[in-house]
């Protein structure tokens, strides 16, 4: 009897030990990503409002991602704790403000946020659980204004072009650390600032120097569209 169960009873704890090293996740360091609503509309594609109205004219959050420092990342990482509304809901009203839709059909925002947090958020979960994850993205925003740091530079959503290296060190001097610059393409193919990474440490409170830096698709000189 002893020779038979004790293989099965080492499987058991092989099974159980797979299951916690595959939802607790190894992640290098956070992207903290906010996109410029004017250049995400200012597409083929369009965009839709959600169902609380225009946003704020003012970069939002796109997302809080786990990365490696080779430039990959995981995701879906925990099927078994889908996102939860309820866990969140002393934050909607910040995060309808802060981390909105535009993506179409308009609908609330909270597709949006499932989608972060299941793909996202899941591979973070052993530091941040759910209520943590977006608490932690909106004190990120809270202490870096974007749009206050590029005006003070000199640098407007007035629809001109402005050189991506300027917009990179206006806001390395106020942050202390190099951001990444994504472009999209306007309905004219001009390419325009449309998100903006920093990265923050494994705890997803400080911002650091981002150990990869993403690759742009910027030309030297961008548009700052209005919104």
Not at 12 to 22: F, R, T
Not at 77 to 92: A, E, G
Not at 104 to 124: I, L
Request: charged share 15%; hydrophobic share 35%.
């Amino acid at each position: 009897m002893k020779s038979s169960t004790c293989p099965v009873l080492i499987q058991i704890v092989v099974v159980q030990l797979l299951v916690v090293v595959c939802v607790s996740q190894n992640y290098d360091f956070f992207y903290f990503v906010q996109q410029w609503p004017g250049s995400y509309c200012d597409k083929s594609s369009s965009c839709c409002y959600p169902t609380t109205g225009k946003p704020a004219t003012n970069f939002s959050i796109h997302g809080l991602w786990p990365n490696y420092d080779n430039a990959s990342y995981p995701s879906n990482c925990d099927s078994n704790y889908p996102f939860d509304l309820s866990q969140i809901t002393d934050l909607v009203s910040s995060l309808q403000v802060s981390w909105p839709s535009l993506s179409c059909p308009s609908s609330d925002d909270t597709n949006f946020w499932a989608h972060e947090w299941d793909k996202h958020g899941t591979c973070s979960e052993d530091v941040l659980n759910e209520h943590g994850y977006f608490a932690a993205a909106l004190n990120l925003k809270d202490q870096v204004d974007l749009l206050q740091i590029l005006e003070s530079a000199g640098i407007q959503p007035d629809g001109r072009f402005y050189s991506v290296d300027n917009i990179t060190q206006a806001i390395a001097g106020a942050v202390g650390y190099t951001p990444g610059i994504d472009c999209n393409k306007d309905t004219s193919s001009n390419s325009q600032l449309y998100q903006i990474y920093l990265c923050v440490d494994t705890s997803g409170a400080n911002f650091i120097e981002c150990p990869v830096l993403p690759s742009s698709k910027c030309s030297s000189s961008i548009e700052f569209p209005s919104f």
